[in-house]
């Protein structure tokens, strides 16, 4: 058996204040099967992740980075040994009641296309509830959450925003977005 462990010794932030680094535990293996690490990030969006190993006995050395603009970058002397993804569909937010909730919702497609991208929301232990969708300029809501949500989009960017006014416990959920073609 060999074992495998995650060492996380350098993450580069794009703000270090008020982030906190989780690092999976220890994994044994047997030689020559794929493993899996992770490292949580919590706090500020994470601008570069490096990871960095030490084998017993020897130096630290620098496999790869992520990061939220070029991808990924390998050490040239490791080509095809390891993979770094970034699980982006794990963002918690946490508010104060009253304040306002804004969750951006970057898509693959033209946001000012056929396509109608919709919010939608799962609070604990209930079902999903419709907020509303947008489709080009035109924006339609759920009507009893229409005074307390707006969706709007940037087609620069082809990101869609979710924005909440006045927060409040019953709040709490797991927000999506969805596209819907026509």
């Not at 994994?27 to 990030?41: D, I, Q, T, W, Y």
């Not at 990871?51 to 070029?70: C, F, M, N, V, Y």
């Not at 709490?172 to 969805?178: E, F, L, P, T, W």
């Amino acid at each position: 058996m060999t074992l495998v462990q995650s060492v996380v010794l350098l993450a580069l932030v794009s703000a270090a204040q008020g982030q906190s680094l989780t690092s999976s535990e220890p994994v044994v293996s047997r030689a020559g099967e794929p493993v899996s690490l992770s490292c949580k990030v919590e706090g500020l969006p994470l601008a570069w992740l490096h990871w960095i190993r030490q084998k017993p006995g020897k130096g630290l050395e620098w496999i790869g980075r992520i990061d939220s603009g070029t991808g990924t970058i390998f050490a040239q002397r490791l080509p095809g040994q390891f993979s770094i993804t970034k699980d982006t569909f794990k963002n918690d937010v946490y508010l104060e009641p009253g304040q306002r909730l804004t969750i951006t919702c970057q898509v693959s497609y033209s946001v000012s296309s056929g396509y109608f991208t919709a919010w939608i929301r799962q609070p604990a232990g209930k079902g999903l509830e419709w907020i509303g969708m947008r489709i080009s300029s035109t924006t339609y809501y759920k009507d009893s959450l229409k005074n307390k949500f707006s969706i709007d989009f940037d087609s620069s960017s082809n990101t869609v925003t979710l924005n909440g006014q006045s927060v409040q416990p019953g709040d709490s959920a797991v927000y999506y977005c969805a596209r819907h073609t026509l």
